[in-house]
């Protein structure tokens, strides 16, 4: 009896002075229970094209850019119950304009490039909007109009560098140099 007796006292000691373990507590950014977005700063210094720039460089023409320019603008105009709407609106947008032929001028990497970098700013917005990350969102809203400027800026450089010509002095075929043919430096 004293040995099932001590055996038990045993049991109840060992499984008493266990120690607690220390809860792990994660630092996780603060989730609101409901979004305030704020008008970002880049949203009031969106670049316009012109109407000249658009009918001179054929951009009106461009069924999907019109539609993709028209949904960033609206997302200016900020409501704030409906910003998940407008945000997966907005990224259909992009997708389609991506796979649609662009104009012979855009049809370039730079680009299209720029409008990847609009389309992983859209996913950052609608990943912090549905973990209400007020603040992360507002950054990456400032993020979003800010490569759509780069973008427009893009555009407006290169429908210029189009119009340059590269040869002055009007020769039909200008000549190149192609180093996989003729080395740069040879003497041949």
């Known amino acids: ?53 658009i009918e001179e460089n054929k951009i009106d023409q461009w069924v999907q850019f019109i539609k993709f320019k028209d949904a960033v603008e609206d997302i200016t105009l900020l409501n704030t119950a409906e910003i998940m709407t407008f945000i997966s609106e907005l990224y259909k947008t992009t997708s389609s304009l991506l796979k649609e032929p662009f104009p012979e001028d855009f049809n370039k990497f730079p680009i299209y490039s720029r409008i990847k970098v609009i389309q992983t700013q859209i996913i950052k ?40 010509e590269l040869d002055s002095l009007r020769m039909v075929n200008p000549v190149s140099q192609d180093s996989k043919t003729k080395p740069a430096f040879s003497r041949k």
């Open 1 to 53: 009896m004293l040995r099932y007796f001590s055996l038990g006292l045993m049991t109840i000691f060992l499984f008493s002075c266990t120690e607690k373990k220390p809860e792990n507590k994660q630092v996780v950014d603060k989730k609101e229970k409901k979004l305030k977005v704020h008008a970002p700063s880049q949203a009031t210094q969106l670049t316009q094209l012109t109407p000249e720039f």
């Open 125 to 164: 917005c609608h990943f912090y909007a549905a973990n209400k990350q007020n603040e992360k969102l507002n950054q990456s809203l400032d993020e979003l109009y800010l490569e759509y400027n780069v973008l427009l800026k893009r555009m407006i450089s290169m429908a210029e560098d189009n119009k340059i």
